[in-house]
């Protein structure tokens, strides 16, 4: 056999066993795939849809998983920081305001805290007692969107949406009953 064609050979093998079948692909291959990743540094770029602006904002930073604590740190064109971290949220503002809230009084921050969380642990044990959950693609693109089905929720909050290639989430769409839209793509992630 040529090299060429050996080559050939290979790289198809390679391709065909590389990305599963659709059929194979799932809610729980998505959650395994999510749950076997460790906690990381990813950058992000977010186009934030505001009603009352007449100009999208954009923002970059970097988010940090560690465990179940969440961080969002944006740094250009303001510095500002969301920590969640149990049930807490830490707010810190670009004018130096520092806000603390329980997640508890906060229905539509506590639905936002569950998604994102149960999309970067992959455990969506939690995810059906407040959202409904499609997920459409395959391992080498899929994307899993979340729609409140609670009413204090679904009152400002009308779909979550993550998509990613295997166990990596490339990009979350946050989208409001009232037109505001946020949309974060990440970036590699640094270990």
């Keep these: 056999m040529t090299s060429g064609l050996k080559a050939f050979l290979i790289s198809l093998l390679l391709l065909v066993t590389a990305v599963p079948a659709r059929t194979d692909w799932d809610l729980q291959s998505l959650s395994r795939a999510l ?20 100009e999208n904002l954009l923002l970059s930073g970097y988010v940090v998983r560690k465990g179940d604590r969440l ?27 520092y806000y603390r809230l329980d997640l508890d009084d906060h229905p539509m921050l506590k639905g936002l805290a569950l998604a994102l969380r149960a999309g970067l642990s992959g455990d969506f044990t939690n995810l059906d007692d407040t959202f409904d959950m499609h997920q459409t693609g395959d391992a080498a693109h899929w994307t899993l969107h979340l729609v409140p089905h609670k009413d204090q929720l679904r009152a400002e909050l009308r779909e979550v949406t993550l998509s990613g290639i295997g166990g990596n989430i490339d990009r979350i769409r946050i989208e409001g009953v009232n037109g505001d839209t946020s949309e974060m793509k990440m970036g590699p992630a640094e270990q």
């Design 35 to 54: 749950a076997g990743q460790t906690d990381a540094r990813v950058d992000f770029r977010e186009e934030r849809r505001v009603a009352y602006l007449t």
């Design 71 to 97: 961080e969002k740190h944006v740094l250009e064109p303001i510095t500002e920081s969301f920590v969640i971290d149990g049930d807490q949220v830490e707010v810190e503002t670009a004018q130096g305001e």
